[in-house]
């Protein structure tokens, strides 16, 4: 009897280890997503916006490729073609066309992770793309309540972005990206209009 409450105390002690390893992991990741977004929040123009969100994405969480991909017919692509100069991004920045992101992505409501059929979402890939991926996180990006494009990080491996993982942090990241595209969006318009002519555009 002894031997059994011994074995049973044993069994307890590691199932409380578990689950405090499991929250210091999530502490962990929620504590990177925190300063990945304050990180971002006083930038003012496109290019420091996406150099530092996609470096950071990649840096603190090891994702191999993070990459935006944005539609056309939005005043966001409008303003970040006028105000940034031809291949800035690279292929860091995959442009789709509209009704092909909808198709994918819907109403942009909450992020998408994908680990098998990834032929089907091709056309966010930047183009000419050349390393494999196994499994894909596709984060909505909204201006105006409308979905404009998407965050996308890729892994080779098929288990890093699976159907019904947890995607809260995804979302908030989400939603923050979107609040520092409409500020970009503000400053890109004043600095704009301090040095075009409104009516020429010259």
Same mark, same amino acid.
């Given at each position: 009897q002894n031997a059994n409450r011994g074995r049973e105390k044993g069994r307890l002690m $590691?199932?409380? $280890?578990?689950?405090?390893?499991?929250?210091?992991r999530n502490e962990e990741v929620a504590r990177k997503?925190?300063?990945i977004e304050t990180s971002i929040l006083s930038i003012? $123009?496109? *290019?420091?916006l996406f150099e530092r969100l996609l470096t950071e994405i990649h840096e603190k969480f090891s994702v191999p490729h993070v990459w935006v991909a944005m539609t056309e017919d939005n005043d966001v692509y409008r303003?970040?073609?006028r105000m940034t100069p031809a291949n800035t991004f690279g292929e860091?920045?995959?442009?789709?066309d509209a009704k092909v992101f909808g198709e994918l992505v819907g109403d942009g409501a909450s992020p998408i992770l994908i680990n098998e059929g990834l032929d089907r979402f091709a056309a966010?890939?930047?183009e000419g793309a050349k390393y494999p991926l196994e499994s894909l996180a596709v984060v909505p990006l909204t201006y105006d309540g409308k979905a404009i494009g998407s965050l996308n990080l890729g892994d080779s491996s098929p288990e890093r972005y699976a159907p019904g993982m947890e995607v809260g942090l995804l979302r908030q990241l989400s939603v923050k990206?979107?609040?520092?595209?409409? $500020?970009?969006?503000a400053?890109? *318009?004043l600095a704009m209009l301090a040095f075009r002519d409104p009516l020429t555009d010259l």
């Open positions: $590691n199932d409380v $280890n578990e689950i405090l390893q499991v929250i210091c997503f925190f300063e003012h $123009n496109f *290019r420091d303003l970040l073609d860091r920045l995959r442009v789709i966010l890939l930047p990206v979107s609040i520092c595209l409409s $500020n970009v969006m400053h890109e *318009r």
